[in-house]
């Protein structure tokens, strides 16, 4: 164990012991959940809610049957929310290295499989390192769905993570998680802060980096849920920091062979049939890809891809194949991935 790692367990299990001890605003959740997440949350055991430190929601739509994979899983709030939102025949795993966490964790799985009516559990946690999932007992190609909230920042190697966590995926699997970047690299200096490290903001990867490491890893087409910038909330952190702006970031990773490193124009289209569970109205892919019911939006073939070789091929109507390619894509561009939201009138591909 690096002396990084060490640093972060001792943060976790003695700085930290509940979210009050938090010196900044940085593991913070961006907006509220929807209903069927915060009906979940009730259903929580307080111990459990009291020492969860995340920067997002990282439990997408459509969960029902999954396997799920939490990376840093903490005291198990994701990971029971997850529980009950994958029914009894789901299944859920979380990973964590920290002792004081996974104790509280481990101490609430009877009570969560009582309390969601479940003649057995369907959660369990297992300790180690994120950036050592290869020397854990995990399956390769097993899991539909890998989640993370708020700790591959802390992760020395991230391309390690990003790597296992593709090789771990079924084909057509997703990494849903939410993390902290940077508008700029930051520097050596601030990375051994062990305090701005265990905060989640030295950490935290500049955002076009990020984008390089993960198609680097595999994930091609990194798609912007939802972001925020973050204000530190802590003047004398702040000081240190300087001119750099961090961001809340929520990102989905689509383990599919077919994306293209751009958004090309094969003449697709795709129709919402508004059958997705909580979304009647309307699904939202990404920042800038809303699919209202019945309406017939034009796509790049990444994300004909995305809805049509995924858990989600059959809420939708597809229309076009790859048969005949007309270019890029219009309203393709190089900006910050997270500068701007689109409306749902504004359709347009990244």
């Not at 029902?64 to 005291?75: A, H, N, R």
């Not at 970047?181 to 989640?200: F, H, M």
Request: with cysteine; proline share 3%; net charge negative.
């Amino acid at each position: 164990m690096s002396q990084k790692h060490t640093e972060v367990q001792q943060y976790y299990s003695e700085s930290l012991t509940s979210t009050e001890d938090l010196q900044t605003n940085a593991c913070c959740t961006m907006s509220p959940p929807p209903k069927h997440i915060r009906d979940t949350i009730s259903m929580i055991h307080d111990e459990v809610l009291d020492k969860y430190y995340g920067c997002g929601l990282t439990i997408p739509y459509q969960l029902e049957g999954l396997k799920i994979l939490d990376l840093g899983s903490g005291s198990g709030r994701d990971c029971f929310i997850a529980s009950k939102l994958v029914g009894q025949d789901g299944e859920v795993v979380g990973i964590d290295m920290t002792d004081e966490q996974l104790s509280v964790a481990n101490k609430y799985i009877d009570y969560h499989t009582e309390k969601f009516g479940y003649k057995y559990a369907n959660t369990k946690f297992i300790k180690g390192n994120i950036e050592e999932l290869d020397a854990l007992d995990l399956e390769e190609g097993s899991f539909d769905l890998i989640i993370s909230n708020c700790v591959i920042n802390l992760a020395e190697d991230k391309l390690k993570v990003l790597k296992d966590a593709y090789r771990l995926l079924k084909p057509g699997g997703e990494m849903y998680f939410s993390d902290v970047y940077s508008d700029r690299r930051i520097s050596k200096e601030l990375q051994a802060d062990p305090v701005l490290w265990g905060e989640c903001l030295s950490g935290a990867l500049y955002w076009n980096d990020f984008l390089n490491v993960a198609k680097k890893a595999g994930f091609i087409d990194p798609r912007n849920v939802e972001s925020k910038p973050i204000d530190v909330g802590n003047d004398e952190l702040s000081e240190k920091l300087g001119l750099i702006n961090f961001f809340s970031v929520t990102y989905r990773l689509f383990k599919l062979d077919t994306l293209e490193s751009d958004c090309e124009d094969y003449g697709q289209a795709v129709v919402y049939n508004g059958t997705i569970h909580g979304l009647k109205e309307a699904y939202t892919l990404d920042d800038h890809h809303v699919f209202p019911k019945g309406k017939m939006i034009t796509v790049c073939g990444n994300t004909y891809m995305m809805l049509n070789a995924t858990r989600f091929k059959k809420h939708f109507n597809f229309y076009g194949n790859f048969e005949t390619h007309y270019g890029i894509f219009e309203g393709c561009g190089g900006k910050m991935p997270f500068s701007e939201t689109a409306n749902g009138n504004d359709i347009k591909c990244c």
